[in-house]
């Protein structure tokens, strides 16, 4: 490897780089990978990712007796993504992955030594929009973090290990096109202010997402809640999403995203408004700020993340509480990403069985301990009372807390066979799958269980679904369709593939997967 230039120059060491510089690499390549971020931060978001993922016709739901084919997938994807028909790769796309996602992500990943935990779960099941029709949610032993680190070993041992080059620190400013080609990208190292040049005979952009650029999201989401926090990071700032329309290729669907609705302040925030995302309990009241609860539809989390996004969207007030108590807590309160699930980033099966069998009250105490927008108290008007202190105004009245609470107990103690609210009906669905049953509490009145707790919970950012358009074969297409000569873009930057491979929803955990995908058809192409 000589001078600045390599075969290949890749921005961006996020999970989508790392795969596609794995692939050059396997394919004789040179590789220089540059990344904003320092060394300590490679992999990007999938560090800190759960590590689920939607996989179809795998052995394991096989095994668990789920039927499942890629039509079948396929139909699911469509009625969810509401593609409209000028979206020739994103459709595309989504029919590669509903395909390939069983030999291409899942045993390919298990040939890299990576394993997957023994349940799938049945995630955005479908609201008024059918979605997965089938459990398809695997999830990583490791989470993210071990994805990431397994490509990091492999690179570090790689034979051809001295033909790869990592460059870190380096913020890319702009591609270097040279007689209708791109030959590489310039930036700066943003420590010391050197500038540098990298050429490549192809350049793959590998630099994620906007939604870690709160103006961004603004930008294309003009209904976005006055508050929302960064569940991205803010170097997915689509700076290279610019770049690339400035040198003719073409993003779309910028204005479809996959946020989430319970995000609270980090209580160790690393940038400015970091947001946890976390997993909604199902059997938990969700109350506006008046504490009214959320109807006539109520909000269920695993349905349609999509609408409930909108949904808390539209309310007067740009937060929302979820009330609930300990027990509920204990069994289903989670946070997604694996810094706050240790167990499965470690691949500690025992202790994660105990957990979920006998609840979690470990994370419980550690949000009660950490975060002020978790307020735990032994009586209704006590936690009222620490609502309206949080918000520094009587915003959540007592009478309306009280008359949602005790209306939804009086509703649970008429027993099954008269319960008749749409919130019950869906515990009872999510309870009939035997995994989702494990994290879902039997309904019980929620005052009939102390302490009680409430939940101050905003909407909060997290991937791009649009993005750079790309072809199969992860190459940038310019405005008029042609694919723009020496450039390719993966990952996140090229929303899964094809500028939006998700449409408008997606069927959940089809990013890492889709990140895998896009980078395996860039190398595969490149060759
Ligand atoms: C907490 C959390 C949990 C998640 N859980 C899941 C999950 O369970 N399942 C799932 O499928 N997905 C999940 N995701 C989403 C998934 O992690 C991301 O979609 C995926 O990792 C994106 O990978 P990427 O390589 O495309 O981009 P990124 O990970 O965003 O990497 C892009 C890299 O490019 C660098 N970069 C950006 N701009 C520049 C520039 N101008 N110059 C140089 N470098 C630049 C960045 O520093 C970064 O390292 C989760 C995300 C988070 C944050």
Known sequence: MTGQSTDIVIIGAGIAGLVAAHECLENGRTVTIVDRHDETRVGGLARTAFGGMALVGTSLQKKLGIRDTPELALSDWRSFAEFGAEDIWPQRWAEAYVEQSAERVYHWLLDKGLRYMPAVNW?????????????????????GLG????????????????????????????????????????????????????????????????????????????????????????????HLHDVVENHGGRVTHLEHMWNYAAGIPHPQAHFDNHGLSLIPCKSALWLDHTGRRIGPHPLVTGFD???????????????????????????????????????????????????????NHRLVRQMQQESDHFIVADSLEELVERMNALDGADYVEFANVEHSVRGFDDNVRRGPSQWNDDQLRRIQHAR?????????????????????IAI???????????GIQTDLESRVLSRAGEPIPGLYAVGEAAGFGGGGASGKRSLEGTFLSGCVLTARAAADAIG
């Not at 099941?125 to 989470?143: C, E, I, M, Q």
């Not at 609408?307 to 989670?334: G, H, T, Y």
């Open 456 to 466: 101050k919970v905003r909407v909060v950012t997290r991937k791009s679904l649009g």
């Open 432 to 452: 009939a799958w035997k995994s989702d049953r494990l994290r879902t509490c039997a309904p019980k009145p929620l005052l009939d269980f102390r302490p009680l």
């Open 123 to 143: 995630v955005e099941r479908g609201d008024f929009v059918p979605g997965n029709s089938v459990p398809r949610y695997h999830l990583l032993w490791g989470t």
């Open 305 to 359: 993340t999509n609408d409930m996004c909108a949904r808390l969207a539209a309310l007067e007030k740009p937060w929302s509480w979820q009330v609930l108590n300990w027990r509920i807590a204990a069994k289903e309160f989670a946070i997604s990403g694996a810094e706050h699930n240790p167990h499965i980033r470690e691949s500690r099966f025992l202790p994660f069985m105990k957990e979920i069998l006998l609840g």
């Open 147 to 238: 994805l990431v680190q397994n490509f990091v070993d492999h690179l570090a041992v790689h034979p051809r290990r001295e033909h790869l080059r990592y460059v870190f620190g380096c913020r890319i400013e702009d591609l270097v096109e040279e007689g209708g080609r791109v030959v590489g990208c310039r930036g700066e190292i943003e420590a010391t202010g050197e500038q540098r040049e990298f050429r490549g005979d192809t350049t793959i952009v590998a630099t994620g997402g906007i939604n870690g650029n709160l103006q961004k999201v603004r930008e294309h989401w003009p209904a976005a809640p006055a508050e929302i926090l960064n569940g991205s990071h803010p170097f997915c700032d689509g």
